[in-house]
């Protein structure tokens, strides 16, 4: 059974550039969740969603960053303009709810912006 | 604001012993709380979760709880060098709620 997918697996892109991030989730997880993790500030969520909808994006750190849930298997993570202090690992992970419910994380995109 | 604590370490332990990684939280409100493994360059993976008060035991893994001093603790036994990675620890509420995590103890098993 495929866990959740994350493309691409690394990015490199300049300052200023726009950059997105896809995620597609464990099928049949109706939670969607993007994370970011940095030495200085840990693993810090973003913003997830519930049936596609997002539900808290309280975590998104400015306008610069949007998230898209278009259908049940597919997720993105835009920023744009980026810019050097974005540079990160950006998890997604999915969950057949919260709580209690165990969170499955993809890969991870390692973002570096020069 | 909602913050999980732990010791960065790194926290050595020889093999064989006994690893305890400790974590405390700010909302008394959290009513889950999970422990993930990472390896270097890896992504989160579940070791632990725990809901209710005392101890919960799987394998060579235990989980401690304790609601009233809002603390969380991890125990390993007979530790292996394929335990060394950082662990995570993670709280949530009740409802509709993310996972706040902790920074992560730098767990190194010396053989």
């Known amino acids: 059974d495929a866990g959740v997918i994350q493309s691409p697996r690394h990015e490199v892109t300049e300052m200023g550039q726009e950059v997105t991030l896809r995620c597609k989730p464990i099928?049949?997880?109706?939670?969607l969740f993007w994370y970011r993790q940095t030495m200085m500030r840990g693993l810090e969520l973003l913003i997830y969603?519930?049936?596609?909808?997002?539900?808290?994006d309280s975590g998104m750190p400015e306008d610069r960053f949007s998230a898209k849930m278009p259908n049940a298997s597919f997720s993105t993570l835009k920023i744009q303009p980026s810019e050097p202090r974005d540079s990160a690992v950006y998890f997604c992970?999915?969950?057949?709810?919260?709580?209690?419910?165990?969170?499955?994380f993809g890969p991870g995109t390692r973002l570096l912006v020069l | 604001q909602k913050e999980v604590e732990q010791n960065s370490g790194p926290l050595s332990v020889p093999e064989g012993a006994i690893a305890s990684l400790n974590c405390t939280y700010s909302d008394r409100g959290s009513q889950s709380f999970f422990w993930y493994r990472q390896y270097s360059g890896k992504s989160p993976e579940l070791i632990m979760s725990?809901?209710?008060?005392g101890d919960k035991e799987d394998g060579r893994f235990t989980a401690q709880l304790n609601k009233a001093s809002q603390y969380v603790s991890l125990l390993i036994r007979d530790s292996q060098p394929s335990d060394s990675a950082t662990y995570l620890c993670a709280a949530t509420g009740g409802g509709a709620d993310g996972l706040t995590f902790g920074k992560g103890t730098h767990l190194i098993i010396q053989p």
């Open positions: 725990i809901y209710s008060n």
């Open positions: 099928s049949g997880h109706d939670y």
């Open positions: 969603f519930n049936n596609n909808v997002p539900i808290d």
């Open positions: 992970a999915s969950s057949l709810g919260t709580g209690k419910e165990t969170q499955y």
